[in-house]
């Protein structure tokens, strides 16, 4: 009995504390006998024994069986089941040994088996079922066991998670055993057709397929690249072992949802066993939008407002002033950007003024190129703008660096990820505040992880942006230094530079593309480009050029820890301050404003100058600068004839606006600006969606870039032949969005995103998706699936590749928990108990 309650134990010991309501019970059933109360008691105690659920724990010490189970389904390529055939573990007489794809069953002649000289279709090879498998070891007599599991862990069919606290309880230990690389596969893969998800109709895009062959020797064939399933173009191509980016451009010149197809023809069928990977789509979502038309005085100085207006759903013409600017008929919004009067005829002005009158917008913007005394005084464009003209101010200077880092799956050996993050935050560290830095993350794709801000504005969020990098994909650095390039451009920043971080070897892009961008980067934009090399496998020769023609520093390490160090040196030192004197004006919003009404953040950055006006009367103030006793217009409006017409006395290139450049709510601002140009309509912020398949799982990644809808619920909803569905986006981390998308069949699916936004649905551009081939299809992966035989590992207390000296130590002398539920024992006993009770009650105890 002592032993027996030594084993005894509790999974639930909480409800034990029921046992305390017995003198309670005692004290309502005092009036009954005593044997009846101690009858009663034992009931009451078998039940609360019951819920706190008992178990008969026995330690079993004795030498377990050994099991070796083989996937032997289609996605195991012949190079892995050699390999299985070949290890130095391997059954032994007197081990069980069990071959699985769909089913599981028992063999001896398990070496025949891997040779593949016994058909398999019994064990369904079309299938991965490692839950299959699992039951029915769980079938065999209790007992404990060391299981040695060869699978690449891509299941199928079944879900074996569901057994992993059984196999625990039977003592079951699981090692998965696996190579030290994927073995090569006759296989050639369309891995992903890359295309920005959204463009305007007429625009040209870039897209760029990603093909991966598996095997071992080149494969040639041909590659077909299809929109809205018509051939676009046709290419022979030559396939080296490995991964290869082609690259193709393209105008957008239809409009809704176009789809981009990339299939792959073998020439020779047996250089490729898997049809159903050979190709993929990407959709693009193609928008007809309203026009502007954006004139600046200077190339490149509307970069932020056009950039702004194409975020708030604009379809923008920017261009430089000159002879024969283009007619403003054809536009909605015309702005003149620090444009001065010489640069447009007297008929030109004229046109305006009547298309602004006859109900279209006008916006002035700029320093003393638009606003200097005597401009544009006794022409069209005085009748127009809000305010009379007056005078400038001053400027200043900072530094503007971008951090590109490599997040290749390479990038994970030797911690070098890890050490580009500490050197990302080393670099942060040696900027002053009104600084700006940015931080750009790529694989085969380029994409921000921190918007260019000013320092001050990010410094304590900017570790946490950077560490949500996670390595994976192939290296493409040509994206990142083109997304780079305009983000500096028109930044007034003394010194605008560029340190790229990377391990790889580039997969696309000519030597000469990467030279032509940072020579033009130096020379015409004054943007500098220093390089890292990391690693023995880095492209050296390349990384170099890049430093030389980009007039920045190249440094080579093999020790990744010293990246921080390196940045610092190629971090360039803040240029001398200007000789002249400078001033803070700080803009107040004026009461009563309607274009700012609702606007959240009421405070604004100071202004370095800005041109003195008056407010004309019938012209509403709402932003100022008070100076002097007086309040000077910043920004101003007012309703001329059937359209609307706004000044803002200041500029947004630089100059004067430096601490409005990385201001959080600059968007948020011009928002309000365009949003009373154009009344009436919703705007959505700007945000990124994408669509990616996650071993078999589709996943939606929603990335908001401004702060404007970020906490609001997200929901989706999709499409698929006669089937339809709904469901919510996950709010993961700020300004990123996630929902698993329940995609199991191999098609095209329209996904449409809504917000809600104060009590209003706002409906998102529609995207598209092609799941390309089955989610569970039975086709090598490229890799294993190390997270499930992880977890499965951990669940029954084995390892992945265990070495052999401990394993047979463990093998030899490990105390083994077996576990046997006692709950129903209990449970029937507390019920026969009381029947027991009823039917003395009824039988013996009825007359009385």
């Not at 101010?393 to 994970?412: F, P, Y």
């Not at 107040?588 to 008056?614: C, H, N, Q, W």
């Not at 600068?625 to 309040?631: E, L, R």
């Not at 929603?702 to 970020?710: A, F, M, N, R, V």
Request: proline letters at 7%.
């Amino acid at each position: 009995m002592s032993g027996f309650l030594s084993q005894l134990q509790f999974a639930q010991p909480l409800f034990l504390l029921l046992l305390i309501l017995l003198p309670l019970l005692w004290l309502r059933w005092r009036r009954l006998s005593l044997p009846a109360i101690l009858w009663r008691s034992v009931v009451l105690l078998l039940l609360v024994l019951a819920l706190a659920d008992p178990r008969d724990v026995k330690q079993a010490t004795k030498p377990g069986a050994r099991i070796f189970a083989f996937d032997l389904s289609r996605s195991i390529p012949d190079g892995m089941r050699l390999w299985m055939a070949q290890q130095s573990l391997v059954p032994q007489t007197g081990d069980h040994v069990f071959v699985f794809g769909g089913a599981a069953e028992e063999v001896k002649d398990w070496q025949r088996w891997l040779k593949g000289k016994i058909p398999s279709e019994r064990i369904k090879p079309e299938q991965t079922n490692l839950e299959a498998l699992f039951s029915t070891l769980l079938r065999l007599p209790s007992a404990p066991r060391s299981v040695f599991l060869f699978t690449d862990g891509w299941e199928t069919e079944g879900d074996v998670e569901r057994l992993l606290p059984s196999l625990g309880q039977a003592g079951i230990r699981v090692f998965p055993v696996l190579p030290p690389e994927q073995p090569a596969t006759a296989n050639v893969a369309v891995k992903k057709v890359v295309a920005p998800y959204e463009g305007t109709r007429g625009e040209a895009i870039n897209l760029r397929v990603l093909l991966e062959n598996y095997g071992t020797r080149e494969v040639e064939g041909s590659l077909l690249l299809k929109r809205n399933g018509q051939p676009l173009k046709t290419e022979a191509v030559r396939l080296k072992p490995g991964g290869q980016i082609f690259a193709y451009q393209t105008a957008l010149n239809e409009g809704g949802l176009l789809s981009f197809q990339a299939q792959f023809t073998p020439r020779d069928p047996n250089a490729d066993l898997f049809p159903q990977d050979n190709q993929a789509t990407a959709w693009v979502a193609v928008q007809s939008k309203e026009k502007v038309l954006l004139l600046n005085g200077r190339a490149g100085e509307g970069s932020y407002i056009e950039e702004l207006l194409k975020r708030r759903g604009f379809e923008v013409t920017s261009l430089t002033a000159g002879a024969s600017p283009p007619s403003p008929t054809d536009y909605g919004v015309v702005i003149f950007n620090n444009v001065e009067r010489e640069k447009f005829s007297p008929a030109y002005l004229g046109a305006i003024e009547r298309h602004v009158n006859a109900g279209n917008s006008f916006l002035m913007l700029g320093d003393d190129g638009s606003f200097a005394a005597g401009g544009y005084r006794q022409t069209p464009i005085e009748a127009v703008l809000p305010v009379e003209l007056s005078e400038p101010k001053e400027e200043e200077r900072s530094r503007a660096v971008i951090v590109i880092i490599d997040k290749s799956g390479s990038m994970r050996d030797e911690n070098k990820l890890v050490y580009a993050k500490e050197a990302a935050k080393a670099v942060i560290g040696q900027l002053s505040e009104d600084d700006l830095i940015g931080v750009i993350g790529f694989d085969t794709e380029a994409f921000v992880v921190v918007p260019l801000s000013q320092v001050k504005k990010i410094r304590p969020t900017f570790g946490a942006q950077i560490d949500r990098l996670v390595a994976g994909g192939q290296t493409y650095l040509l994206p990142a230094l083109e997304q780079a390039m305009p983000q500096l451009r028109s930044q007034p920043a003394g010194h605008k530079h560029v340190i790229v971080l990377s391990d790889g070897i580039e997969l696309g892009g000519s030597r000469s593309d990467y030279i032509d961008l940072v020579t033009v980067m130096k020379n015409n934009l004054k943007i500098t480009v220093s390089t890292v090399a990391i690693g023995e496998k880095a492209d050296v020769p390349l990384m170099k050029r890049i430093a030389q023609y980009g007039g920045g520093l190249f440094h080579h390490t093999n020790d990744a820890s010293t990246l921080p160090q390196i940045a610092v040196q190629q971090t360039p030192q803040r240029p001398p301050e200007s000789p002249q004197q400078e001033k803070d004006f700080i803009p107040v919003a004026a009461t009563g404003s309607e274009i700012l009404a609702g606007l959240p953040d009421r405070s604004f950055p100071p202004m370095k100058g800005y041109v003195e006006t008056e407010l004309k009367r019938g012209a509403r103030l709402d932003l100022m600068i008070p100076h002097d006793g007086k309040n000077s217009p910043l920004l101003a409006s007012w309703r001329y004839g059937k359209g609307k017409a706004v000044a803002f006395t200041t500029d947004q290139a630089g100059r004067w606006s430096k601490e409005w450049i990385p201001w959080g709510g600059l968007e948020r601002f011009w928002g309000k600006v365009f949003d009373w140009l154009r009344p009436g309509r919703e705007t959505l912020p700007p945000h990124e969606i994408r669509i990616n398949l996650s071993g078999n799982q589709a996943v939606l990644d929603l990335y908001l870039y401004g702060e404007e809808s970020d906490g609001n619920p997200f929901g989706y909803s999709y499409s698929y032949k006669s089937m339809k569905g709904e469901g919510i986006l996950k709010r993961l981390a700020p300004g990123h969005y996630r929902a698993e998308l329940p995609f199991a069949s191999a098609g095209n699916y329209r996904i449409e995103l809504r917000e809600e936004r104060r009590g209003q649905t706002i409906s998102y551009p529609a995207v598209g998706y092609t799941l390309a081939a089955e989610p569970k299809a039975e086709i090598p992966w490229g890799d294993f699936n190390l997270p499930l035989l992880e977890r499965i590992a951990l669940a029954t207390g084995g390892t992945i590749n265990p070495s052999l000296p401990s394993l047979e130590r463990e093998y030899k002398t490990d105390a083994v928990p077996i576990v046997t539920p006692l709950r129903s024992y209990f449970i029937f006993l507390c019920a026969l108990l009381f029947l027991l009770e009823l039917f003395f009650r009824r039988f013996f105890l009825s007359e009385a």
